[in-house]
């Protein structure tokens, strides 16, 4: 958020928008970058952005170690756990996940996962509370992860929506069918809206056991089972 100096208050930064402690303007993304709503920072257009908070002091917490802790569950190196900024509150990290360089045919099925599946493997784990999260020094407290999708307006411009992936849609507002009209009675006029729906599947042998693993996704759990990364927009 910014503060208006006009309004006297703090105001949302829109999509596309970042600010700062004590800004008082949104700040405009990069070209080729995106961010969501109250964002503090920007990612690049090709990755999936995640927004992490930890249970940590801010003025003591090292973020190398955070980083190599990452790498070793992911199976790469902590430079490619690029962490864009980190700001209080416990500890917040905006960060994205670099593709791996220099692969063989003998490294790992995690190893040879892009960036981006990385981080949805990494928000998996999260997600189902895996054993490999309860290896890190840090615990999680909230973890969020974002994309866009382009969109043209009534004018030809062409623009991006800002999704948070797998957000929970508990609060959309529920869809009234077209009621029957009954004798005597008026038709109740409905509108249909059908929501956007992004499917991830991703497959990968585990390190310990030859195994496919699968989670599905409804309305708290996501379908993923590593190695291939799909986004369909309906």
Same mark, same amino acid.
């Given at each position: ?80 756990? !690029?962490?864009?900024? /980190?700001?209080?509150? %416990? ?5 994205? #996940?670099?593709? +791996? $360089? ?57 623009? !991006?929506?800002?999704? /948070?992936?797998?957000? %929970? ?5 529920? #869809?009234?069918? +077209? $009621? ?55």
């Amino acid at each position: 958020m910014m503060y208006s100096r006009a309004f006297d208050l703090c105001q949302i930064c829109p999509e596309d928008t970042y600010s700062r402690s004590g800004d008082i303007t949104c700040t405009q993304c990069a070209p080729r970058h995106y961010s969501p709503q109250r964002s503090a920072a920007c990612f690049p257009d090709a990755r999936v952005g995640g927004i992490i908070r930890l249970d940590a002091e801010y003025s003591t917490f090292a973020v190398a170690d955070w980083q190599r802790e990452v790498a070793i569950m992911l199976d790469t190196e902590p430079r490619y756990i !690029d962490v864009i900024l /980190t700001r209080p509150g %416990s500890v917040i990290i905006y960060f994205d #996940i670099l593709d +791996p $360089q220099n692969l063989s045919t003998e490294d790992s099925s995690i190893r040879k996962l892009s960036g981006n599946e990385k981080m949805l493997l990494f928000y998996q784990w999260w997600l189902t509370n895996d054993d490999r999260m309860k290896t890190m020094s840090t615990s999680v407290i909230d973890f969020k992860t974002y994309t866009f999708r382009l969109m043209t307006n009534a004018n030809g411009k062409v623009t !991006d929506d800002v999704i /948070t992936l797998f957000a %929970s849609n508990d609060d959309n507002d529920p #869809i009234n069918p +077209p $009621q029957p009209g009954q004798p005597g009675q008026n038709v109740v006029n409905g509108t249909f809206s059908r929501q956007s729906t992004f499917y991830f599947t991703l497959s990968v042998n585990d390190v310990d056991a030859a195994s496919t693993l699968s989670v599905s996704l409804s309305w708290a759990s996501i379908l993923m089972a590593l190695f291939f990364f799909f986004i369909s927009l309906n």
